[in-house]
């Protein structure tokens, strides 16, 4: 029940179907019978300390505002990032959910073809500088964003590390 919480959670998601029999919840967040289905099998657990398999999955959204309204709403619910970081060609929030698996919400800071280039040519560059440099408090993201200061500005790396280095992020 905690994976369907997260995941109803993350999307703003409805349940659509949960089958008794093999237990199975089905989950979407359109027009789609499901985009989601959390299954439990006798058992199963949450995934060990450091596995082996995949690293995350990511959901890519439009706008900066629309990650930013999950953050608020991930947190009502009770979750936090982990991790929340400008990686020059994304902004990016990273929550674990109830299985341990890595969630990414995100926005491209480009369109398509030039944050494609940015992560190929720029981003483990020396030049690019270490990512945790672009780590930034999401509470004071938000207050900026509502406050008005342009996406432009709160997607740009550069500016993010400045605004980090003087405190206002």
Same mark, same amino acid.
């Given at each position: ?8 959670? @993350? ?45 995350? @999955? ?17 947190l009502e619910w009770g979750y936090k990032p ?16 109830? /299985? ?36 930034? /408090? ?5 207050? @900026? ?5 342009? /996406?432009?500005? @709160?997607? /740009? ?13």
């Amino acid at each position: 029940q905690a994976m369907v919480d997260f995941y109803v959670a @993350l999307f703003n998601g409805e349940v659509t179907a949960v089958n008794p029999g093999n237990p199975m919840t089905f989950i979407t967040y359109d027009e789609y019978d499901h985009r989601i289905v959390v299954m439990y099998k006798e058992g199963w657990g949450t995934k060990p300390e450091n596995p082996v398999g995949y690293s995350h @999955l990511a959901f890519g959204y439009r706008s900066l505002g629309e990650v930013l309204f999950i953050y608020q709403r991930m947190l009502e619910w009770g979750y936090k990032p982990h991790w929340v970081v400008n990686h020059g060609n994304s902004t990016s929030f990273y929550y674990d959910d109830p /299985d341990g698996n890595t969630v990414e919400t995100l926005v491209d800071n480009y369109p398509p073809i030039e944050t494609k280039s940015y992560k190929m040519n720029y981003q483990f560059s020396e030049d690019f500088g270490p990512m945790p440099g672009g780590n930034f /408090d999401p509470d004071k993201m938000v207050a @900026l964003y509502e406050y008005g200061i342009s /996406d432009e500005i @709160l997607m /740009d790396r550069e500016q993010v590390r400045r605004m980090i280095r003087k405190g206002e992020l």
